[in-house]
């Protein structure tokens, strides 16, 4: 099974490009037709990760991924679903 990965780790006080890199991997999952994208927002805070969770579920961008899942295991971990 095919995924992406996005870890914005390096990305975490540069919020311009926070949105821009979601849309972008988002977007790449739908084109490519990838069933998985696993963004890693990291521990930190919890900060960076309710901002991704935020993006995540703006309705157009929920429209076009399957389902959602936060790791239960890592913390700083979330897996974006498609069903294509």
Do not use: T
């Amino acid at each position: 099974m095919a995924k992406l990965v996005l870890d914005l780790h390096e990305f975490y006080n540069r919020s311009d490009q926070i949105d821009a890199r979601l849309n972008r991997i988002i977007q790449d999952a739908v084109d490519k037709r990838i069933a998985l994208v696993e963004i890693i927002p990291g521990k930190g805070s919890g900060q960076l990760k309710k901002r991704v969770l935020r993006f995540l579920n703006q309705g157009h961008i929920r429209a076009l991924y399957h389902r959602l899942e936060k790791d239960d295991q890592n913390f700083g971990r979330i897996f974006v679903h498609f069903r294509h």
